[in-house]
């Protein structure tokens, strides 16, 4: 969570910031923030692996701590920059930083009994939610005393968050489970290629990958959708970001636990991927701004299909793998935040733009229906395979 609430932080004055370094112009200042939301992801889709397979040999306490190291260092290059260049720089640092995520599942997963993996995966979820609520409130009002303060205190974050790690984390790889560092498995592709060799595995990838693909559609149109369709101001469109965060979290992190008790993984992914596919027709038709409102807390429930999968994928590694699997999907995560948010918007200016051949705002969405439907029939062949 604090993590997420130092990223979260920075996300509001980043405007600002790149116009006072760069000059006044905002559409200028959307396109190199643009450049800069693609090097983040890139590198955590390069990285990601790469340290899942270094925790793998030398431990997940010592490369968290070493990330958290650095990711103080990079705040406090970003807070003193004064070029464009520093700033990308940063974010370069940033993405390597926070590809660590696959080192925390593996964590997670070394000290999870095999029927508790699931609902745990789900507690990293809702942490990384809850931290991404509070992050840009927090951001939005340091923002008020300046564009430096918010890089300041995400530095101080990431240090008493470094400080904690150091003083209460234990080491999880048993030295019996630690396998040496292979340059051949340890980038993306070669670890996907390692994971997808396992029985089953290459499908769930598929699934997972196409999942996040339609998910992203959320943070990559729905404040352009939400103006074009409803017209919404800022504010509201803020609300519900911050309603969908929160029951996002409330999904992973209390309620992931009695579905899977009460419906097994499998039935779970099934189940969520119907109802997402579902929920992205409804978006897409929907009118009213005031039943969108009253669906954001309800399409949270599709948050169930990550844990999930994530917990029957780590129960088909070993626990000398489990680095090496949690780093190949953040790369896969990574991979859509970098793929779809150019399908997404390119759908929704195709069909909302003047002289378009169909005025069609929820395009996007009904794009997003037909790639997690896509995840459904892989993941349902896969079952069917499977048992």
Do not use: H
């Amino acid at each position: 969570m604090i993590d997420a609430m130092g990223i979260g932080l920075i996300i509001p004055v980043m405007p600002d910031l790149i116009r006072e370094v760069q000059g006044p112009s905002l559409a200028n200042a959307a396109l190199w923030g643009g450049v800069m939301s693609t090097v983040f992801a890139v590198m955590q889709f390069l990285f990601g692996p790469i340290l899942g397979s270094l925790s793998d040999q030398y431990g997940r306490r010592r490369i968290l701590l070493i990330s958290l190291s650095f990711m103080v260092l990079d705040y406090l290059l970003m807070a003193v920059a004064g070029t464009i260049w520093l700033l990308l720089l940063g974010r370069v640092i940033g993405g390597i930083t926070a590809a660590t995520q696959a080192t925390a599942s593996a964590c997670m997963a070394d000290i999870s009994k095999p029927e508790d993996k699931a609902k745990n995966f789900g507690l990293i979820g809702a942490g990384f939610g809850a931290g991404f609520v509070l992050g840009p409130l927090v951001g939005g009002l340091l923002g008020e005393f300046g564009t430096r303060a918010p890089f300041y205190a995400a530095a101080m974050l990431a240090a008493l968050n470094l400080a904690l790690g150091y003083l209460v984390l234990r080491e999880t790889v048993k030295p019996e489970n630690r396998r040496k560092f292979d340059w051949s498995r340890a980038n993306p592709f070669g670890a996907a290629r390692s994971v997808s060799a396992l029985p089953g595995a290459g499908r769930l990838l598929i699934v997972f990958l196409f999942f996040q693909l339609a998910f992203v559609v959320y943070p990559a149109v729905w404040s352009y959708y939400a103006v074009e369709r409803f017209g919404w101001a800022p504010g509201t469109i803020g609300l519900s970001l911050a309603l969908f965060g929160i029951s996002f979290g409330i999904v992973q992190g209390a309620l992931i636990g009695p579905i899977i008790k009460r419906f097994g993984e499998r039935k779970t992914v099934l189940g969520g991927l119907i109802f997402d596919v579902a929920a992205f027709v409804t978006i897409g038709f929907i009118s009213s701004g005031t039943v969108a409102l009253i669906l954001v807390p309800i399409t949270s429930l599709s948050a169930v299909v990550v844990p999930a999968l994530q917990g029957i994928l780590s129960k088909q590694v070993g626990d000398d793998a489990q680095g090496e699997l949690q780093g190949v999907l953040t790369s896969a995560s990574a991979m859509a935040a970098i793929i779809s948010p150019l399908l997404m918007t390119s759908a929704f200016a195709s069909f909302t733009r003047e002289g378009a051949p169909i005025y069609l705002p929820g395009a996007p969405f009904f794009l997003a229906a037909v790639l997690a439907a896509v995840a459904l029939w892989v993941f349902v062949a896969w079952r069917a395979q499977d048992s």
